[in-house]
Every structure is written in structure tokens, then in C-alpha cells.
């Protein structure tokens, strides 16, 4: 299994604990991510300046992995929006002479060929659950796990051809659950991260993202288990600040998916970035390492 | 929404001129986005939805429609609020008119920048893009710190957005 690996901006320089769980994880189930140098931005953040040159952008890294014959694995479920957007927007009615012919005047061509997908829906659809057990040396029993899928990885529900369901999402605890550990619901499961309006309204942005830390201490879960580097900027990267901000304390670790994983096929600590976390994960861990 | 709150904060001049207007008009009619929105019969699904709507009085996705159908272009278009959306697209997908209330915003959003008003930041953020081909420019410190984590080295410099966008 051979996927063309699209980092974005945010995983290379700031979510490097994501990246390197990534990749150790994917190693362990024979996936082989290959490495594009030209990849440019998604254009997610350009979206809402103009959405012409986001889509232009999308077009570009989809055109860089049609040349390789592959399909894209993303990690950012931004990424996975923007993109998953631009190969679904091929295939509608829509008329993209007038942006191909941007690309062209270029030297690229995007024929509408590449698949996208998120890391986790790769895991989920395309790998053998008995596969993935079998990888698997620790079992993360008693171990409590509160999910959070933010937006991007399902929606807009009209491009990712029914994959999950935005209403009652499953599949990240249904892979969460292969490792023994106790998926806990909670209350505005399906809330936002509100990481996008941080730059525009950090009271409001912070506001959101401490609701759900509330739901989650509420529930008495042990960590998060996510799959975007912007959730992992609102719920760990300012969990402290949320804590100074609200006068609250929550102390609650949270990890990707992918080193959840990786913990439970007895990958070391570095190679998958724990030590990167900013809530501490050492303590939760303990009986692991 | 409190009642008469949609032109908060938007109480300066007109400085749009109505054949500019009558432009932004015809452009965002234009978008397939925004075609479905006269649809929307003001069930509140979309406030009651999002996550933004709850906590800040002056958003709501349902005003911005309102706004729209009842020909407010220019509050609409400096409405500050317009950048509170996360697209998160709760709003969008329960929509019961199938409006496609998130990109609708998205294009206002396209729409506002254009006419010369964004917040500070966004500018700043496509010149940022559109030089250095990332929102987060990496630099030599950056390779060696991927380096010694065994991380492939990723390229310093970018010109290729600048050549696919940087013209329009």
C-alpha cells in the first residue's frame, strides 16, 4: 500500500509528534509513504480570501501526485477538506476549464484521478482490522478515551461520498476500540475545536475549546484522542492557557490517533513524539513503558 | 439575534458606489454557493447549530441571510462578524433547505476581502502564502530540528504559488 504523503503547513512545523507517529505507525502496517517535495499549501487557509487561488492551490498538489500515479494520504483533516474538495469538485458538472488552463499555462495537468484520504479513513477502510491487531503488543485496557473528531475529517459530508456519518460519527472509536481501551461518549462530542476564529476572536475561540474540556473532565475521560494538528493547537497547545484564562484546571493529555496506536504496538516514546505533547502523557503512560 | 442588532457596528458611511454594488450583487448571485439561500425559511437550525451563534450575540449564520435576501451588500460585506464562521459546517449539513450555509459565508467572506475591508491578519496571510508557498514558513533551523528526529528535509523557499495565484 503506497500513498503519496501530504504533511501541509501546520504538521512539519508545529505538530512534528503527529508526523513522526504517522509515519512510525504506518511503517508497522506496511504502508509506504512517499515523500513530495513540491507539495505547496492545501489552500484551506486561502479559502475564505479567495477561493479561487485555494482551489488552484489543491489542483496543483493533486496534479504533483496524478504525476506519480499515486493517491494522498492526509494527516490534517484541513488538509483532507481543502483537497478532498478539489478531486470532488472535478467530478461534478462544474466547469474547471478556465482554472486548468491556469495549471496548464504552467506545465501541470490535473485530470481528476487522485484519491484523498485522512490517515485514519485509510486505517479504517483500507486496512484489516485483524491486520492492525495483530500489530498490537500492549493491550490499553482500562484506559478511558474521550474522542474528538472536529469538522474537516467528515465535512462537508456532500464530498467524502458517505464516509462516517457527521451526525453519529464511529469510525476513530471503532479503531480506538482495537486496542482494548474504553471509548467514553460525552456531551458535545460533534462541537468544533473553534481553532479557526483564534486569529480573529481568541475569547471566543477558547470559549468553544473549554466547553468540550468541560465535557470531557466531566465524563472523568483519561486523554483525547484526536486527528487534526488545529484541534491538537486548541485542546493541548492552549490547554494551559484555557486553564489560566478560566481560572479551571483539567490536566488532560491529549493524543493523536496515530500515537494512541503506536503505544499500543509498543513503539517507543520517540518515535512517536510523546515527549513533543505539551500535556504531559508521562504519567498516563506509566504502565506501558 | 436580538432584534435591530444587523447594523451594529456598521453605522459608517457608504463608501461603496451602487454600481459597485450592483457588481458584488450580480458576482454573489453568481456563485452557485449562494443560489440556494432564498430558500431558507428562518427555521434557526443553522443558529442553534453553531458552536459561534451561542456564545456571540452579533453572529448568526441566519442574519447573514437575512441580510442578503433584504439587499444590506455593504453592512453585509463590513459585517466584522463574517469572520467569527469556523466552517465547521454544523449549520450546513442540517440545513433542512439544503442551503449551503458555510460556503455561502465562505463566499461572503471572498467578497468582503475584495472590497478592500478584511480584518488585519488576512492580507497578511495571503501575502504570506503567496510568498513562501505555507502558512508557516520553514527555514534552515526548522530541517535540522526535522533531521535529528529523522524527518526529511523539506524545501526553504517557494515561488510556485506566487506564479499560480499571485497574478489575479
Known amino acids: ?289 | 439575534m436580538e432584534k435591530g442588532t444587523c447594523n451594529q457596528g456598521t453605522q459608517r458611511k457608504l463608501v461603496l458606489s451602487n454600481e459597485r454594488i450592483a457588481g458584488l450583487l450580480k458576482e454573489l448571485l453568481d456563485c452557485s454557493e449562494a443560489q440556494g439561500i432564498s430558500a431558507c425559511f428562518m427555521c434557526r437550525t443553522c443558529s442553534s447549530s453553531c458552536p459561534i451563534a451561542t456564545l456571540e450575540k452579533g453572529f448568526d449564520p441566519v442574519k447573514l441571510i437575512r441580510m442578503c435576501l433584504y439587499g444590506l451588500w455593504d453592512q453585509l460585506l463590513r459585517d466584522p462578524t463574517l469572520w467569527l464562521c469556523t466552517s465547521c459546517y454544523a449549520c450546513q449539513e442540517r440545513c433542512p433547505q439544503g442551503i449551503k450555509i458555510a460556503d455561502f459565508i465562505t463566499v461572503l467572506k471572498n467578497l468582503a476581502v475584495k472590497k478592500g475591508e478584511p480584518p488585519p491578519g488576512i492580507k497578511a496571510q495571503r501575502e504570506i502564502i503567496t510568498q513562501a508557498g505555507r502558512v508557516y514558513p520553514l527555514d534552515e533551523f526548522d530541517n535540522k530540528k526535522r533531521a535529528k528526529m529523522g524527518l526529511p528535509e523539506l524545501p526553504t523557499t517557494c515561488t510556485v504559488v506566487g506564479r499560480l495565484i499571485g497574478a489575479e
Open chain 1, 1 to 289: 500500500m503506497k500513498y503519496a504523503l501530504f504533511l501541509g503547513c501546520t504538521i512539519p512545523a508545529r505538530a512534528r509528534n503527529y508526523e513522526l507517529s504517522a509515519r512510525s505507525v504506518a511503517s508497522r502496517l506496511g504502508i509506504e509513504f512517499i515523500d513530495i517535495q513540491d507539495f505547496v499549501c492545501c489552500g484551506f487557509p486561502m479559502k475564505g480570501i479567495d477561493r479561487r487561488a485555494a482551489w488552484l492551490m489543491g489542483a496543483y498538489n493533486l496534479a504533483l501526485v496524478e504525476n506519480k500515479g499515486l493517491d494522498v494520504c492526509t494527516l490534517c483533516s484541513s488538509c483532507t477538506s481543502a483537497l478532498t474538495e478539489v478531486a470532488h469538485s472535478m467530478a461534478s458538472e462544474e466547469d474547471h476549464g478556465d482554472m486548468l488552463a491556469s495549471l496548464e499555462q504552467m506545465g501541470f495537468q490535473y485530470t481528476g484521478k487522485v484519491k484523498v484520504r485522512h490517515i485514519a479513513r485509510i486505517l479504517f477502510e483500507q486496512v484489516d482490522r485483524e491486520k492492525i491487531r495483530k500489530t498490537f503488543e500492549k493491550d490499553l485496557s482500562g484506559l478511558r478515551v474521550a474522542v474528538h473528531y472536529g469538522c474537516h475529517y467528515f465535512k462537508p459530508s456532500e464530498v467524502y461520498e458517505g464516509f462516517d456519518d457527521p451526525e453519529a460519527p464511529y469510525t476513530i472509536e471503532e479503531l480506538v476500540r482495537l486496542t482494548g481501551a474504553q471509548v467514553v461518549d460525552y456531551p458535545g462530542k460533534k462541537r468544533c475545536c473553534g481553532g479557526p476564529v483564534l486569529p480573529v476572536e481568541e475569547k471566543a475561540a477558547l470559549t468553544v475549546a473549554k466547553q468540550k474540556l468541560d465535557d470531557i473532565r466531566e465524563v472523568g475521560a483519561d486523554l483525547i484522542c484526536l486527528v487534526c494538528p488545529f484541534c491538537a493547537l486548541m485542546y493541548d497547545g492552549n490547554q494551559k492557557g484555557i486553564e489560566a484564562e478560566f481560572e479551571e484546571s483539567y490536566n488532560i493529555p491529549v493524543l493523536y490517533l496515530t500515537q494512541l496506536l503506536g503505544v499500543a504496538m509498543g513503539i517507543d516514546r520517540k518515535p512517536l513524539g510523546l515527549n513533543l505533547n505539551v500535556v504531559k502523557t508521562k504519567k498516563l503512560l506509566e504502565r506501558f513503558y
